[in-house]
């Protein structure tokens, strides 16, 4: 089968970094992304990343590490409105479903 | 241009009740999604269309839940009759192009709860 592990809660401060890890195991790897939810939103996404390494947008930074399985999302200069649940997703297939982990609270506090 | 929408924003129905959700995806997106999140789990697919066509319903929990996208547009998922577990908050997601369906525009949800 195909699971994802993400920790459950982070709480940070404002102005700090924080980095939420996720492993995977999948029968087929196409690629790693993460989505940001608010409380009653929708999950929007935030990043993919294909092949290893570190992918940057603006404050949120995405890295890939195939070889052992693992990625994480590094959020920069936290602000409150970073409050949210950070998800980690692959794809199913190649043109498929997003399977999704468990996501992780993310909590800033002043 | 205009996001996922989804209908209605929440549902309270009785056991063995129907009811029915509707999605109407981002004008020119082939290919939508349905997934569900109930409370304290993760979000879990239930199926995909691409046009009005069925690619994937694997993960469809039972026969009481029926999906259906009328011209390749919006679409609807019914359940009937619905059941407490079906409790829960039922996403709708849709993205242009399979090759990049890593990236999906979701909806705000339906807040389906059973009593």
């Known amino acids: 089968g195909q699971s994802l592990e993400q920790p459950s809660e982070v709480t940070a401060v404002e102005g700090a970094i924080v980095q939420i890890n996720c492993t995977y195991q999948t029968s087929g790897f196409y690629g790693l992304s993460w989505y940001q939810q608010h409380d009653g939103g929708a999950p929007t996404f935030l990043s993919y990343n294909a092949l290893d390494g570190l992918e940057e947008t603006g404050r949120f930074s995405s890295f890939l590490s195939r070889s052992d399985s693992y990625g994480y999302l590094l959020l920069q200069e936290l602000q409150m409105k970073d409050s949210a649940s950070y998800f980690c997703a692959v794809r199913g297939g190649s043109q498929g479903n997003l399977i999704f982990g468990k996501g992780t609270k993310l909590s800033v506090k002043p | 241009e205009a996001g996922v929408t989804q209908f209605p924003s929440h549902s309270v129905i009785e056991k063995g009740q129907t009811v029915t959700l509707r999605c109407d995806p981002i004008s020119g997106h082939d290919n939508l999604y349905w997934y569900r999140r109930v409370m304290g789990k993760e979000i879990k697919f239930l199926l995909h269309f691409v046009k009005e066509s069925k690619q994937d319903e694997s993960g469809m929990p039972n026969n009481r839940f029926l999906a259906e996208r009328t011209g390749g547009t919006y679409s609807t998922l019914k359940v009937q009759p619905a059941e407490l577990e079906d409790s829960g908050v039922y996403f709708c997601?849709?993205?242009?192009?399979?090759?990049?369906?890593?990236?999906?525009?979701f909806g705000p949800g339906t807040r389906l709860t059973v009593t």
């Open positions: 997601a849709s993205s242009q192009d399979s090759d990049f369906s890593y990236e999906q525009y």
